[in-house]
Each structure stands twice: as structure tokens, then as C-alpha cells.
């Protein structure tokens, strides 16, 4: 059995071996409702090139346009919707490597957020949280998903 990094809260590792163990009924969301949704906040367990992964609250900005995981840092932790490339559920990327084994049975929640020359590599607590931001992420984004 792996480790969770210490780093992550015990309330998010219930979560987050619960959702792995039990189906869990994920009521259909739209695309729309998803990006309301984002507006107020998801909570999200985000993964840097450096240092420990950080749970942090990633919104959508009022207009649409910026992923913002910080506030009080908004040059640094944001995303422009416009540079999304892509959209990819998985653990691929240099980033996820640095944590692996010890989250690789996440894989179902974690998530790939690609530019043209970064990522956004973040995992959900819960089956229904990582699929409204993907949804959301996907239709802000203009990236057809399955």
C-alpha cells in the first residue's frame, strides 16, 4: 500500500480513499452548471514542480477568462481559459511522476490541464467534484470530451 504525501489533509485522505472504494451516484451536470459551479469554487488538491501539493479553492473569474487558485497571488496562480490546449484525465505528466506511487491509485481524479508550454495538474476529492471540473473545464475551454 502507498503512502499518502503528509502533506495532504487527513479529511482529504477520507475523502479521497472513499471515493476510490464505493460507486458513488454523480448526478448529471451540464456544462453550464458546472461553470457556475466553478465560479463559487471547487476544491482541489494541486500539484506544483517544486515543493509539497497544496489543497487550494480554483474559481472561475467573473468574466469567464482566468482559473485562479490564489487570490492573493494572482499573477502566479492563475490560468487563462484562452490558453488551454487541452484536457486530460490521468497522471502523465512530469508533475504527477514526482509523486508517484504514492497517488497513483488517484488516478481517476486527477486531471491534466494543458497549455503550450505548461500544466495544471491537480487531483479532486470526489468523483463528483473532478467531473464538474472537467466539464467545466472542457466547455470553457472549448474542448470536446467523452
Avoid at 500500500?1 to 487527513?10: A, G, N, R
Avoid at 491534466?112 to 495538474?121: A, C, G, H, Y
Avoid at 467531473?131 to 470536446?144: G, R, S
Wanted: aromatic share 4%.
Amino acid at each position: 500500500v502507498c503512502e499518502i504525501p503528509s502533506c495532504v489533509p487527513s479529511k482529504w485522505i477520507d475523502c479521497l480513499l472513499a471515493s476510490q472504494d464505493k460507486p458513488v451516484h454523480v448526478p448529471d451536470v451540464t456544462g453550464d452548471s458546472a461553470i457556475s459551479m466553478l465560479k463559487t469554487g471547487l476544491p482541489i488538491l494541486k500539484l506544483g514542480r517544486r515543493g509539497e501539493p497544496h489543497l487550494r479553492i480554483i474559481k472561475l473569474s467573473d468574466d469567464n477568462q482566468t482559473l485562479i487558485w490564489n487570490e492573493k497571488k494572482p499573477g502566479d496562480s492563475c490560468l487563462q481559459v484562452s490558453s488551454i490546449v487541452n484536457v486530460e484525465c490521468g497522471q502523465t505528466t512530469p508533475v504527477f511522476a514526482r509523486f508517484l506511487p504514492a497517488i497513483e491509485h488517484l488516478a481517476s481524479l486527477s486531471t491534466i490541464v494543458s497549455t503550450s508550454d505548461r500544466t495544471l495538474d491537480v487531483v479532486a476529492p470526489a468523483v463528483y467534484v473532478h467531473n464538474i471540473w472537467v466539464k467545466a473545464v472542457c466547455k470553457l475551454a472549448k474542448i470536446e470530451k467523452h
